[in-house]
Antibody, heavy 117, light 113 residues
Framework: QVQLQESGPGLVKPSETLSLTCTVSGDSISRYYWSWIRQPPGKGLEWIGYSYNTGSTRYNPSLRSRVTISMDPSKNQFSLKLSSVTAADTAVYYC???????????WGQGTLLTVSS | DIVMTQSPDSLAVSLGERATISCKSSQSVLYNSNNKNYLAWYQQKPGQPPKLLFYWASTRESGVPDRFSGSGSGTDFTLTISSLQAEDVAVYYCQQYDSTPYTFGQGTKLEIK
């Protein structure tokens, strides 16, 4: 069974860089694409981007200038960095496996990231 | 970007009755070379991540009850629950994975009447 678990600081100050990690078990991240999605409190879902083991990445144009998604196959983890955060970046951040056949088929439980001084 | 629009925003249905949610995409998500619609449906309960219900618009994910069905093609899609159960109370999202940026509908909140 594929499982994903997000980890991160919970609280980030405005203008700083948000860093989150997703640890995958039950599958190798060298297969499939791996994605980050976020959901502001009480709102809908926004795709942030994905990474593939070749180093290929694709980002949402709305966030492209601030986002980096990277992979660490040795730890079976992938990470999100979002720079210059503001209160608008406060959200639950989910990591997910993405298949071009199935969409987002496995999700982590999500981690709430609050931007506040 | 492909814009996904769901209707209604919220829906109240009696237990045992049918619930129908519509999803429209601003451009076709049908891939002609394999005749597949790159459209997924998700169910999200409070405090939980979204759960994949359907992919390719109408292919039920393993473990999803058969009272759920997905239909449609091109730009118009429907999620139907044939006989609403209490555990179906949730927010439902459609999502296109035809092209990046992947985009979601705004969600439809389904409640018991």
């Amino acid at each position: 069974q594929v499982q994903l678990q997000e980890s991160g600081p919970g609280l980030v100050k405005p203008s700083e860089t948000l860093s989150l990690t997703c640890t995958v078990s039950g599958d190798s991240i060298s297969r499939y694409y791996w994605s980050w999605i976020r959901q502001p409190p009480g709102k809908g879902l926004e795709w942030i981007g994905y990474s593939y083991n070749t180093g290929s990445t694709r980002y949402n144009p709305s966030l492209r200038s601030r986002v980096t998604i990277s992979m660490d196959p040795s730890k079976n983890q992938f990470s999100l960095k979002l720079s210059s955060v503001t209160a608008a970046d406060t959200a639950v951040y989910y990591c997910a496996r993405v298949s071009d056949q199935h969409g987002f088929d496995y999700w982590g439980q999500g981690t709430l990231l609050t931007v506040s001084s | 970007d492909i814009v996904m629009t769901q209707s209604p925003d919220s829906l109240a249905v009696s237990l045992g009755e049918r619930a129908t949610i519509s999803c429209k995409s601003s451009q076709s998500v049908l891939y002609n070379s394999n005749n597949k619609n790159y459209l997924a449906w998700y169910q999200q309960k409070p405090g939980q991540p979204p759960k994949l219900l359907f992919y390719w618009a109408s292919t039920r994910e393993s473990g999803v009850p058969d009272r759920f069905s997905g239909s449609g093609s091109g730009t118009d899609f429907t999620l139907t629950i044939s006989s609403l159960q209490a555990e179906d109370v949730a927010v439902y999202y459609c999502q296109q994975y035809d092209s990046t940026p992947y985009t979601f509908g705004q969600g439809t909140k389904l409640e018991i009447k």
